[in-house]
């Protein structure tokens, strides 16, 4: 059972940038792929950077150019470095898990089994 837990939200100004951790703990043997997901209220939850099992990353078009995820394999965590933050990227940050690889296809939140409890994120213009 893999164990997930997220830090790093917050509130920051429009141009501001944050850094969020995911820590992993459990039976990390095994590859497996993680992704970062948001969700805002009334909204579906949506991808927002995924790296694969081979290493890989993919961004959703609304982040590619700002965020950067990135892991440690040694401290076993996932990290997503937020710049030029605005008030859309305002949501609760979710880190996901699972295992093997999704190859070319970038993933919904229906392909993790997975997840953290989440951290929020607050943009103020």
């Known amino acids: 059972q893999v164990q997930l837990q997220e830090s790093g939200g917050g509130s920051v100004q429009s141009g501001g940038s944050l850094k969020l951790t995911c820590e992993v703990s459990?039976?990390?043997?095994?590859?497996?792929?993680m992704g970062w997901f948001r969700q805002a209220p009334g909204k579906e939850r949506e991808g927002v950077a995924v790296?694969?099992?081979?290493?890989?990353?993919r961004y959703s078009d609304s982040v590619k150019g700002r965020f950067t995820v990135f892991k440690d394999n040694a401290k076993n965590a996932l990290y997503l470095q937020m710049n030029s933050l605005s008030p859309d990227d305002t949501a609760m940050y979710y880190c996901?898990?699972?295992?093997?690889?999704?190859?070319?296809?970038?993933?919904?939140?229906?392909?993790?089994?997975?997840w953290g409890q989440g951290t929020q994120v607050t943009v103020s213009s």
């Open positions: 459990g039976y990390t043997r095994t590859t497996y792929s």
């Open positions: 996901a898990a699972e295992h093997g690889s999704f190859g070319d296809y970038f993933p919904g939140p229906d392909d993790f089994n997975y």
């Open positions: 790296i694969d099992a081979d290493g890989t990353t």
